[in-house]
């Protein structure tokens, strides 16, 4: 039997944002330097005054993460790579700002070849961004975002 050790050389961040979400073209980010997605579930405690121990039920659950991008620009269409993540975390000069169509759904994978990838689509709001330079480093953005209802795509196989 075979068995499949990750790395980091599996992980793939792809994204569709604003009008195209649920309909648009999946654009892999390049230059992705990393990417993490957390989860919560809520726990409520349903202990009464008569017992000794604490019981609880599962209540909401959310989840978050963050990705480190490389900073580019695509000589092809003279665009930046992070564009779509800035703009969507406040990053706008327009007068309107954020809204609730400035989702973002992101599609995080392991990629192993197969048609089994292991896949997380989520839709998000871009929370924080953080763009730095320093000498002899290169220019990188990370982004923090909040997921909003459910996954739509959960795949751990």
């Known amino acids: ?68 991008l490389l900073y580019y620009q695509d000589d092809s269409t003279n665009k930046h790579n992070v564009a779509p993540f800035l703009q969507r975390g406040g990053l706008t000069t327009t007068s309107t700002g954020v809204s609730d169509t ?15 990838d292991t896949e997380f689509a989520i839709d998000v709001y871009v929370t924080s961004s953080t763009i730095g330079v320093n000498t002899g480093d290169i220019v990188s953005v990370d982004f923090s975002f909040q997921g909003t209802g459910a996954p739509i795509i959960a795949n751990f196989l």
Do not use: C
Not at 5 to 27: F, M, P
Not at 50 to 62: A, D, R, T, V
């Open 102 to 116: 400035d989702k973002v759904r992101l599609f995080l994978r392991l990629y192993d070849g197969t048609e089994t």
């Open 1 to 68: 039997m075979a068995t499949k050790i990750y790395s980091g050389r599996d992980g793939k961040l792809l994204y569709e944002a604003g009008d195209a979400i649920g309909g648009g073209v999946q654009t892999e980010a390049l230059k992705v330097r990393n990417w993490t997605l957390n989860t919560n579930l809520e726990t409520l405690n349903v202990t009464t005054l008569s017992e000794s121990h604490e019981s609880y039920i599962p209540g909401k659950s959310s989840y978050s993460g963050s990705a480190t």
